[in-house]
């Protein structure tokens, strides 16, 4: 599967739309872990070379699609994800609210279309939607839409009838992470299965709904979970249309709170490797952006990543301001789409 791709030398400058053909070519093949894992162990610049090449095969370079979160529904959850903020049994200090009324939803996803965003995505803290809750949520997807902007909602575990009826609100993307790899998921949550995740996917992408889907890192993984979660998303059929790579937020009061600190350049690879196992799919650098300088995050815009959260917030943290945003923006030369 892993091929090397040629070393050009600046003595002539590159084709414009050259890439490492049997990597730019490989959508459909399977990615070993272990072909990952030779991804990662490639020295810095070869491996960000080779997502580079990828990267302007498929996708404008310097194009970047914008995506504003909001928390439909904070707090409370019943599932027991060690990183997450709002598991009802991790001593955060975070109050249970309940779901946020139509029109403050529709405040907010005014105030992203205004702002420049091209999708809203709504989460909900829940192991999976109940009834009343889903036809809300329904009404909440119908009313974005109107407003010209791609929906998007993250609400846990559906089944078939619940997927088919956000499709036919015209439901444009779900998120459901994977977030770890395999061999990894049950360190980090027990109260529902990595099984139980992968079938919401494919219940989601038999109804017709685009799927978004990517995981965490920086979890005490290491290099090989990296490779684990990206092999697994990169061999989906087809791999998510929307990956998101999330560098974990540690939450005073989570089981994951102290662990150790990723060395910034392993996140850059990680996006690179997702860049290059991709091709097709948009890469969003998602959590943990608000700590990361503008160099870090030019440095992932040059590994592949070509879509962001944009808006001041995430789900219950803050995400980096969009004045920077825009500042950083300008200074790379970055087009939002
Ligand atoms: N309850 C739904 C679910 O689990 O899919 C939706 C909300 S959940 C908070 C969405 C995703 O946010 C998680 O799958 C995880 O990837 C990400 N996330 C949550 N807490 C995080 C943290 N502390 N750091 C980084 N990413 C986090
Ligand atoms: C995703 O992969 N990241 C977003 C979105 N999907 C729902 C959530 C990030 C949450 C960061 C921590 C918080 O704000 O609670
Ligand atoms: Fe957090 Fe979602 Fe897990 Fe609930 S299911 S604890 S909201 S990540």
Redesign the pocket.
Known sequence: MMTTSPVRFADKPAPKTTAAPAVADATDARWRVADVEALFALPFLDLMFRAQEVHRAHFKAGEVQRST?L?IKTGGCSEDCG????AARHHTGLERERLMPLEEVLEHARAARAGGSSRF?M?AAWRSPKEKDLAAVIEMVREVKKLGLETCV?LGMLDDEQARRLAEAGLDYY?H?VDTAPDYYREIVTTHTLQDRLDTIEKVRDAGINV?S???VGMGEGPAGRAGLIAQLANMTPPPESV???KL?P?PGTPLAEGETLDPFDFVRSIAVARITMPKSFV?L???REQMSDELQALCFMAGANSI?YGE?????G?ADTSDDLRLFARLGLISI
Do not use: D
Request: glycine share 12%; net charge positive.
């Open positions: 979160l928390s990183y997450c903020s709002q995505c989460g993250t998120n992470n978004c990517g995981g965490i998101p790579i999330n937020i939450f969003r998602s959590a943990g959260f917030r995430l789900l219950t943290t995400n």
